[in-house]
Antibody, heavy 119, light 107 residues
Framework: EVQLLESGGGLVQPGGSLRLSCAAS????????MNWVRQAPGKGLEWVSA????????YYADSVKGRFTVSRDNSKNTLFLQMNSLRAEDTALYYC????????????WGQGTLVTVSA | AIQMTQSPSSLSASVGDRVTITCRTS??????LGWYQQKPGKAPKLLIY???SLQSGVPSRFSGSGSGTDFTLTISSLQPEDFATYFC?????????FGQGTKVEIK
């Protein structure tokens, strides 16, 4: 059974940093791209970042480029999102999502971790 | 970035109704589109991938179609558990982009 468990969210001041983690199990982690997707309170979904299975390629939304860094540790089946220079508009529930077969759309999502950026 | 225009933003329907949601992209995306269902307080659930392929375990009343820049999610006979918000997602190029969502409410 695929499981994704996010952690690391919390309250942070504008300009601060947080590191999110996503512990994966139930599939061959290194074989799949992984994604971060966020959802601001009462809003729609926004794709944030993705990383290939080998970690050789990373991708970012324009809204976070230069501030967020995605990485993964395939030996520990864990995905990370380092978030720096946080802004109020980064407040959201952050989901990690497993890429689908043949690089298709994400097929399984964790339950999310809440990031609140406020003074 | 590819722009996604999803419509309608909300709709009211009755149990048993046929429901259609559309997603229009700003450029062609081949068959690189999926549909998700999200219920309040829950993570999104994949329904359809590659435009028309039904994800394992998803009821056959859900179907997807389309090509080029116009895509459709159809629920053939709406059930009580289908009242939720639906999103489309393109995975043709990065950055990935979602539609704005369609909230399906009880009439």
């Amino acid at each position: 059974e695929v499981q994704l468990l996010e952690s690391g969210g919390g309250l942070v001041q504008p300009g601060g940093s947080l590191r999110l983690s996503c512990a994966a199990s139930g599939f061959t982690f290194s074989s799949y791209a992984m994604n971060w997707v966020r959802q601001a309170p009462g809003k729609g979904l926004e794709w944030v970042s993705a990383i290939s299975g080998s970690a050789g390629s990373t991708y970012y939304a324009d809204s976070v480029k230069g501030r967020f860094t995605v990485s993964r540790d395939n030996s520990k089946n864990t995905l990370f999102l380092q978030m720096n220079s946080l802004r109020a508009e980064d407040t959201a529930l952050y989901y990690c999502a497993k890429g689908g077969d043949y690089n298709s759309v994400p097929d399984f999502w964790g339950q999310g971790t809440l990031v609140t950026v406020s003074a | 970035a590819i722009q996604m225009t999803q419509s309608p933003s909300s709709l009211s329907a009755s149990v048993g109704d046929r429901v259609t949601i559309t997603c229009r992209t700003s450029q062609g995306i081949g068959n690189d589109l999926g549909w998700y269902q999200q219920k309040p307080g829950k993570a999104p659930k994949l329904l359809i991938y590659a435009v028309s392929s039904l994800q394992s375990g998803v009821p056959s009343r859900f179907s997807g179609s389309g090509s080029g820049t116009d895509f459709t999610l159809t629920i053939s006979s709406l059930q009580p558990e289908d009242f939720a918000t639906y999103f489309c997602l393109q995975d043709y190029i990065y950055p990935r982009t979602f539609g704005q969502g369609t909230k399906v409410e009880i009439k």
